[in-house]
């Protein structure tokens, strides 16, 4: 059965901020249960998570630091999957990244020979650090280290992002609309919404909700791999991803869930399905000539490509569950 929206959800309110309603929510929560005799999640005989990878007002809502374009239509078609589906999903799951005012990715965390921080999207390479193009106001051995890292991965290079979803902050937050959806799941199927912090360390990024860019600095462990929530993951039937952007956090999450899977058990590689149509990429920056690691679309296109190669399913919210 392809179930209703619930009354006080409004498609056209995507874009906007409210404090969620959540006496409006639990009330209409309850009447809705009751009356299409949806059952608790722990009934589901085939579990079925909602991944959703930073879903925040950071990324997700116009007049933010790091506003993905195509975010909203791709939240709209989110939220309305899950409504449709409030009696399959048996588990919501969301990443949220988690920063402060200094770290290794944000302006106020380099200097030029003037003072003067970089603007942001500015990629900070091995060589200008070395060079004293860009300097660290901290721990220059280990910014050294850590851009020589990143590089050598072939995945990325320093990229100096704007100030975004700053802990305590507005930006922070779930777009208001899918944390009302997410608390309106939670009432209707008595499942707890599962909330993972990421990306708190000052000196690594932090695109994968699974593991930080760079593990080892001077040393010393700057991360881990997380475990604990692959294996949650993992204890699902099916898992479908979404959430932005599609280029970096979405694309690195899953990089290191194939990673793990295919060290410890490749047939898990079936579980994953990969809501496309609820996913943009960052833009390229204006370079010319455009570094190929600084090619966001490209990057993301290939990236799902490779994984529906591998086994998982890339899928759309168009697609049966």
């Known amino acids: ?22 006496a409006v929510v639990a009330d209409e929560a309850r009447a809705y249960r009751e009356k299409f005799g949806i059952a608790p999640s722990s009934k589901d005989t085939l579990r079925i998570a909602a991944f959703g990878i930073d879903c925040q007002v950071g990324f997700c809502t116009p007049g933010a630091s790091l506003f993905v374009p195509g975010a909203i239509d791709d939240t709209r078609r989110t939220i309305d999957w899950l409504y449709r589906h409030m009696d399959r999903i048996t588990g919501m799951c969301f990443s949220l990244d988690t920063h402060r005012t200094f770290q290794i990715f944000h302006p106020a965390f380099w200097v030029d020979e003037k003072g003067n921080h970089p603007a942001p999207l500015t990629p900070v390479f091995y060589e200008d650090v070395r060079s004293g193009k860009w300097t660290p106001i901290a721990h220059p051995r280990e910014c050294l280290e850590y851009t020589r890292k990143l590089e050598s991965s072939g995945k990325y290079v320093l990229t100096i992002w704007p100030y975004h979803t700053l802990l305590g902050g507005l930006s922070h937050a779930l777009v208001p609309a899918l944390m009302e959806c997410a608390l309106f799941h939670a009432l209707v199927r008595k499942s707890q919404t599962h909330f993972e912090t990421k990306g708190t360390h000052a000196m690594t990024e932090n695109y994968s909700v699974l593991s930080p860019e760079v593990k080892e600095l001077g040393g010393a462990a700057v991360g881990t791999f997380n475990a604990a929530f692959f294996h949650m993951l993992a204890s699902y039937d099916r898992v479908y991803v979404f959430g932005q952007a599609k280029s970096h956090c979405v694309l690195s999450t899953l990089k290191d869930i194939e990673e793990h899977i295919m060290k410890t058990d490749p047939s898990l590689v079936d579980k994953i399905y990969i809501l496309e149509d609820c996913m943009s990429p960052v833009p390229a920056p204006p370079i010319s000539p455009l570094p190929p690691t600084l090619d966001f679309p490209r990057l993301a296109d290939e990236g799902i490509a490779h994984f529906k ?13």
């Open 1 to 22: 059965m392809t179930l209703p929206r619930p009354a006080f959800y409004d498609p056209t309110t995507i874009d906007q901020l409210w404090i969620e309603r959540a």
């Open 309 to 321: 190669k591998i086994g998982m399913h890339v899928v759309t919210t168009n697609d049966a569950i």
